[in-house]
């Protein structure tokens, strides 16, 4: 199993970024995914999940209206567009697998990658 996070970068206040999460080595469309973030000296936080199928899909307050969770199966990517952020959404932002014995709102991890510096300033 991989995932390789892309995409992050500088950004200023209410710019957007699309972050890209190449997925390999297992069934793709057979586990959802999630974007975790965390930011400096911070704990890790879950930010967005979505089902295998693409159906279903769950976002945190904090980013609720501004992030979008997307998958293209037929490509094994994983997405998140990030529109008008914000100084605190600077984090290291990770993609990861859920594992397919766990439901929301509990879900649990089982792989993730390096993740991608997001950092938000003017």
């Known amino acids: 199993v991989q995932l390789v996070e892309s995409g992050g970068g500088l950004a200023q206040p209410g710019g957007s970024l699309r972050l890209s999460c190449a997925a390999s080595?297992?069934?793709?469309?057979?586990?959802?995914m999630s974007w975790s973030r965390q930011a400096p000296g911070k704990g890790l936080e879950s930010v967005s999940a979505?089902?295998?199928?693409?159906?279903?899909?769950y976002t945190s307050d904090s980013v609720k209206g501004r992030f979008t969770i997307s998958r293209d199966n037929a490509k094994n990517t994983l997405y998140l567009q990030m529109n008008d952020l914000k100084p605190e959404d600077t984090a290291v932002y990770y993609c990861?697998?859920?594992?397919?014995?766990?439901?929301?709102?509990?879900?649990?991890?089982?792989?993730w990658g390096q993740g991608t510096q997001v950092t938000v300033s003017s």
């Open positions: 990861r697998r859920i594992r397919l014995d766990s439901y929301y709102p509990r879900y649990q991890y089982d792989y």
């Open positions: 979505i089902s295998g199928t693409g159906t279903t899909t």
């Open positions: 080595g297992f069934t793709f469309s057979s586990y959802g």
